[in-house]
C-alpha cells in the first residue's frame, strides 16, 4: 500500500500582501510542501484593501532596476539586485497570468483595470485556494524558537513546527521585538510619507489648489523633491512634500517635524531668471495689473496671495510696479520658505521607515544571516519609498525572492 507522505510545513507569519505573495508563489513552486499564513487578525490583506484610496496602487511602470531603486529613500541600494530577478514588469506578468490587468495612470502609477484594490484581493484568495495555502486567521504569533530542523513558533492558539518560517509581519513593533531576541538588529521605526502642516498667509484659504510643478528644498539638508504641489486646509500635501517627507523622515522626526521649507514655484527659474520675466512682462503688459497675469502653472488665486505677500496690491500695474517690488514678488516665487509645525498621515498610503537592519539579511534569497531556515518579506525590514506602488512592488520582489530560495532548496 502506497504511504502517504507528510508535506513539509512553511510557517508564514503575516497574512498581508508579502506574505500572501510569497505563500502562493511558494505552493505553486512547491506542491510537495504545506505552506501555512499566521495572521493575527479576523481578515487577511487589510492593507490591500484600503490601499492607493481603495484602488490598490500595485506596482510603478518603471521597469528599469537602476532607475526604479532611486525611489527608495532606505533600501535602494540593496534592492538593486533583488530587482533584476523580479521587477514591475514581472509583476504585470504574475497578475497577467492569472487574468488580473493593469493600467498606467499618466504619472506612473499601475492599478487594476477595475479600479478596485478587491480585484487584487480576490486574485489572492483564489490563488491560494487552488495551491491548497492554509490561512489561520486570529491566530498571533507570540515567540519564534530556532531549532536545529527548522523553527518551533508559538501563537496564543497552539504551536506549529516548520522547516523554514518567513516573517512577513509589516511594522510590528511586537514582531520587531522578538526578531531582535533573535539577535536581529531594528533600524528604529519612524513614519514616513506624511504631510505638512503650516499656518501662512500665502497659502490660507486656497484648500484644493494645486501647482502642477514646484522645487522643495529643506534648508541645510540634501533633501531636495520635485513635482506637483496640493494646498490642503492644514498646510501642503502633494507629491513634492510626500517625497520629501520620504526622504527626510529620519531627519524630520530628530526635529520633532518643525523645520522650514523652501518653495519654488517655478522651478524653470531662479531668483534672477524670474526676476527678468517679471521684467520683460512690464515692458509688454504695462497696462496690466499683476494681480490679474498670473505666470503659468501658478495658479490665479494662489499668484494673487503671493502678490499680496510680496507688498502688491490689487490696482498695482506693471507700468507702475518698482524694480524692488518686482524683485521682492520673484524671491516670494523662486524662494518662498514656511515653516513646518506638524505632520498629518496621508491617507491613500503611508508606511514605516526602519526594521530589521539589511546588512543582516542576504538580499539574493532574504533568508536571516543569523537565524537559518528564516526568510523576511515586505515592510518588516528596513526598506521603504515614495508613494506611487513602489512598497508594493518591494513586497512583491522579496517575497518572490524568499519563495524562489525555498523552492530550490534540496
Ligand atoms: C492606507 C495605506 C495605503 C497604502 N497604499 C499603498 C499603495 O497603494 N501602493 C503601495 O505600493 N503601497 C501602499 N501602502 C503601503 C503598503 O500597504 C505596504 O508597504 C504593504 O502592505 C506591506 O506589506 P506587508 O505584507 O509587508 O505588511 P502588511 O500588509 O502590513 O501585512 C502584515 C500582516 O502581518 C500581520 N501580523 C503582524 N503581527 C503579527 C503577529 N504577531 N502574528 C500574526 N500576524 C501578524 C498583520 O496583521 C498584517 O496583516 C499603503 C499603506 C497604507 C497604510
Known amino acids: 500500500m502506497k504511504q502517504q507522505q507528510t508535506k513539509e510545513q512553511v510557517i508564514v507569519i503575516g497574512g498581508g500582501a508579502a506574505g500572501f505573495f510569497f505563500a502562493i508563489n511558494l505552493a505553486q513552486m512547491r506542491p510537495d510542501m504545506q505552506v501555512i499564513i499566521l495572521e493575527k487578525s479576523n481578515q ?66 499601475m492599478f487594476p483595470s477595475t479600479n478596485q484594490s478587491q480585484t487584487i484581493i480576490d486574485c489572492f484568495l483564489a490563488e491560494a485556494k487552488k495551491y491548497q495555502v492554509q490561512v489561520h486567521t486570529d491566530t498571533a504569533v507570540q515567540s519564534i524558537q530556532p531549532e536545529s530542523t527548522g523553527v518551533r513558533v508559538q501563537t496564543n492558539k497552539r504551536e506549529y513546527q516548520a522547516k523554514y518560517c518567513v516573517i512577513a509581519c509589516g511594522s510590528s513593533t511586537f514582531m520587531w521585538s522578538i526578531i531582535a531576541t533573535l539577535g536581529h538588529t531594528i533600524e528604529k521605526p519612524v513614519p514616513s510619507l506624511f504631510t505638512f502642516h503650516i499656518q501662512d498667509p500665502r497659502i490660507q484659504g486656497l484648500m484644493g489648489v494645486a501647482v502642477s510643478h514646484v522645487r522643495l528644498h529643506i534648508p541645510n539638508t540634501d533633501i531636495e523633491t520635485e513635482g506637483p504641489l496640493l494646498i490642503t486646509h492644514w498646510g501642503l500635501s502633494g507629491p513634492a512634500v510626500l517625497k520629501a517627507s520620504a526622504w527626510g523622515a529620519r531627519w524630520m522626526a530628530g526635529q520633532q517635524y518643525k523645520c522650514p521649507i523652501a518653495i519654488n514655484f517655478l522651478p524653470q527659474h531662479d531668483e534672477q531668471s524670474a526676476f527678468q520675466t517679471l521684467q520683460q512682462l512690464r515692458t509688454t503688459h504695462q497696462r496690466k495689473t499683476l494681480f490679474n497675469t498670473p505666470i503659468t502653472p501658478i495658479t490665479s488665486r494662489l499668484w494673487k496671495q503671493l502678490c499680496q505677500y510680496s507688498g502688491i496690491t490689487e490696482d498695482v500695474h506693471f507700468a507702475d510696479c518698482s524694480n524692488a517690488l518686482l524683485l521682492k514678488l520673484a524671491q516670494t516665487l523662486t524662494n518662498s520658505t514656511f515653516q513646518v509645525k506638524g505632520k498629518s498621515t496621508f491617507k491613500e498610503e503611508f508606511v514605516t521607515c526602519g526594521g530589521v537592519r539589511l546588512a543582516e539579511i542576504d538580499m539574493r534569497t532574504m533568508e536571516s544571516k543569523r537565524v537559518k531556515n528564516l526568510f523576511f518579506a515586505g515592510e518588516v525590514m528596513d526598506i521603504d519609498a515614495v508613494t506611487g506602488g513602489f512598497n508594493f512592488q518591494a513586497a512583491w520582489t522579496t517575497a518572490f525572492l524568499a519563495a524562489h530560495a525555498i523552492a530550490i532548496k534540496p
Not at 55 to 80: M, Q
Open 44 to 109: 487577511v490583506l487589510g492593507k490591500v484593501k484600503v490601499s492607493g484610496g481603495g484602488r490598490c496602487n500595485v506596482t510603478h511602470a518603471c521597469f528599469d532596476p537602476s532607475d526604479l531603486i532611486s525611489y527608495y529613500p532606505r533600501g535602494g541600494k540593496e534592492l538593486l539586485g533583488p530587482f533584476h530577478h523580479f521587477q514591475p514588469g514581472d509583476t504585470v506578468a504574475w497578475f497577467e497570468e492569472r487574468h488580473v490587468s493593469l493600467h498606467i495612470e499618466s504619472d506612473g502609477r
